[in-house]
């Protein structure tokens, strides 16, 4: 399975704006997601592995982060098409499953992954509460069969900067993951 690395928008890049379907019901924007401290979005899906590998950790820590004041999306750009997988009934139930106090948004037209660059799953984005990009990059060290335990702790440690209003971390390293599903013809 060969692997697709993060893009890595430039630190300070501004916010994409979008308006998504929210698969528990209604729609969610960049406003109604921005939180007092920030924004976190993550490029995700039902199927990946690597998201798969990590999905149970992120969902515990991106439920702990709203009440803080970080506002946390998940977005799922993937073809449905290809992988109905990743489609809105699937997204619902898993989505349910394991919690999510946070939208879980359907791009089905692609053009928010676009926006945001984002190239993989996992892919994670975290903004400032002017919604400046801070953090790009991985969830941890952890990975589909390694032995490194998943604890998010590269994501957790530029999000506690981000709370502390402290300056982003140097360091960022890219997630990996598997490649955004992308549509006939828009393939990056």
Request: hydrophobic share 40%; with cysteine.
């Amino acid at each position: 399975m060969a692997l697709t690395p993060s893009v890595m928008p430039e630190i300070g890049t501004p916010l994409p704006d979008f308006e998504l379907p929210n698969v528990s019901g209604g729609v969610c924007s960049r406003a109604d997601a921005m939180g007092n401290k920030g924004l976190l979005v993550a490029f995700i899906c039902n199927h990946c592995p690597y998201v798969v590998h990590i999905r149970d950790i992120f969902t515990q820590l991106a439920n702990s982060w709203l009440p803080r004041g970080l506002g946390v999306v998940a977005i799922s750009s993937n073809n449905i098409e290809t992988y109905p997988q990743d489609g809105p009934g699937p997204m619902a139930n898993l989505a349910q499953e394991l919690n999510f106090q946070f939208p879980y948004l359907l791009d089905a037209s692609q053009s928010v992954a676009k926006a945001f660059e984002a190239a993989c799953t996992p892919d994670f984005f975290l903004y400032d509460p002017s919604g400046r990009l801070v953090y790009r990059g991985q969830f941890d060290a952890s990975r589909p069969g390694n032995d490194v335990p998943v604890t998010g702790n590269a994501l957790g440690q530029a999000v506690e900067r981000l709370l502390h209003g402290q300056d982003p971390v140097e360091e960022q390293v890219p997630s990996v993951g598997c490649n955004i599903k992308w549509k006939a013809g828009l393939i990056k």
